[in-house]
């Protein structure tokens, strides 16, 4: 029984992702050789039901103990139904879902068990995509960028610009595709931009028991507290030299400042709050971008994109404008990470999470049972 990944031509990856807006797992296949992209391939997704996401949310901040367990169960069998049927995959790529994340003290941590699924579905799972980074001084996180990089290529890109993910904590990523490799000095800079959709989230599902602000209906219909806001852009985050990497409810307390707004102006002072942290992070590219592409849920809201184009100083605009799917974005970044870590390439590097020299993170995992040759 063969255990080894080839070590040149296409690897079909399949990558799965369970984001910070706790909504579900999405999965997206792509074919590459872990340096350009060569297509990409179907994609799934799984929603997590409200029970599911009441034992993720118990969980967030903790690093132990029975939450932290039930919720390991919860993402790894979302995981296995998603999965179990898919085939003519190579290589799974699989993020899992990150409950706490401190990488300057405690780490970073991301359940379920990689080690698990590949013995679960029979076939070779690459993940604990960030502590690697995280042991060599870096954020661990964003981790996207090296595939955003692939993705500039792709589209043909010439001129640097600027890939914005708003999910539930936002990141951007200045790519400058005159360079051959991401790891390379001055092709990328990446950082989270601050929180995104996650407190929009938390406050409405608090307040009316709505999950989002669907279409940026209820933002639309208040007024931006502007003390709120300029206390909240005072927070020395923003003026933060990047790498730098935030947890989802790093800013819960900021943001309590909102408490004794209506709904309406609550929601559009957080939505503000999004927009300026990208505005903020902009400062820090090393050249101004010339477009900022969007991915992530976060552009499906019209008045959070209304802002961002009224505060940037170049066009804004969703990644489907390039070809690119906003939806999967991340999905896809895990199954070209994925086979990037089972090829020995670095997945991080100084530019992206501060680490101190380029690093491939992740641990590829191999069925006992079954062993699939690749
Ligand atoms: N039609 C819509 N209108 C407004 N907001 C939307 C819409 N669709 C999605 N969103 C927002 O986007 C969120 C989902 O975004 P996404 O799936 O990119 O997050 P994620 O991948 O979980 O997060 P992260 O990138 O932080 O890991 C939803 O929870 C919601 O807040
Ligand atoms: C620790 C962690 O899971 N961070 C997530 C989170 O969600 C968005 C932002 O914060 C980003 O840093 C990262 O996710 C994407 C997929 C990344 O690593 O690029």
Redesign the pocket.
């Known amino acids: 029984m063969k255990r080894a990944i080839r070590k040149s031509g296409d690897v079909t990856a399949l990558g799965a ?1 369970s ?2 807006s706790l909504d579900g797992v999405d999965a997206a296949v792509v074919v590459t050789d872990g340096h350009r992209i060569g297509r990409f391939g179907q994609t799934l997704y799984r929603a997590y039901s409200e029970a599911e996401q009441t034992v993720l949310r118990a969980a967030l901040g903790l690093w132990t103990g029975p939450a932290v367990e039930a919720a390991r169960e919860v993402v790894e069998q979302a995981h296995l139904e998603l999965l179990q049927g898919v085939g003519g995959v190579d290589l799974i790529g699989f993020h899992g879902q ?1 409950l706490a ?1 401190a990488p300057r003290t405690h780490g ?1 941590l ?1 359940v379920g068990d990689g080690a698990w699924l590949a013995e679960a579905l029979g076939r070779p799972v690459v993940w604990d995509f ?1 502590s690697a980074d995280v042991q060599l001084g870096g954020e ?6 090296f595939f955003h990089f692939a993705c500039a290529h792709h589209i043909g890109a010439e001129a640097p610009l600027a890939f914005l ?1 708003l ?3 936002g ?1 951007l990523t200045y790519v400058d595709p005159s360079f051959d490799r991401p790891e390379t000095p001055g092709a990328l800079l990446a950082f ?1 931009t601050g929180p995104a959709n996650a407190p929009i989230n938390d406050l409405l599902l608090t307040r009316q028991g709505l999950p989002f602000d669907e279409g940026g209906r209820i933002a639309r219909q208040g007024s931006v507290e502007s003390g709120a806001l300029e206390r909240f852009l005072a927070e020395p985050y923003f003026a933060r030299i990047p790498p730098k ?2 947890d ?1 409810n790093d800013f819960a307390e900021m943001i309590g400042m909102i408490r004794d707004l209506s709904d309406a102006d609550a929601t559009a002072t957080l939505t503000a709050m999004c927009a300026a942290g990208v505005a903020e992070g902009m400062h820090h590219c090393p050249t101004p971008p010339a477009r900022v592409l969007v991915t992530g849920g976060g552009r499906h809201n019209p008045v959070l994109m209304q802002m961002l184009a009224v505060s940037l100083d170049c066009p804004v605009m969703p990644v489907e404008e390039v070809g690119l799917d906003g939806d999967m974005l ?1 999905a896809q ?1 895990f199954a070209y990470l994925a086979v990037r870590v089972a090829r020995g390439l670095p997945t991080s590097c100084p530019g992206t999470t501060g680490v101190r020299a380029a690093v491939g993170g992740g641990t590829l995992s191999w069925p006992q049972a079954t062993g699939v040759a690749v």
């Open positions: 992702m984001g910070t990150t994340h970073t991301q960030r661990g996180a964003p981790l996207a960028p993910n999910g539930g904590v990141n989270d990497s935030l989802r991340e970044a």
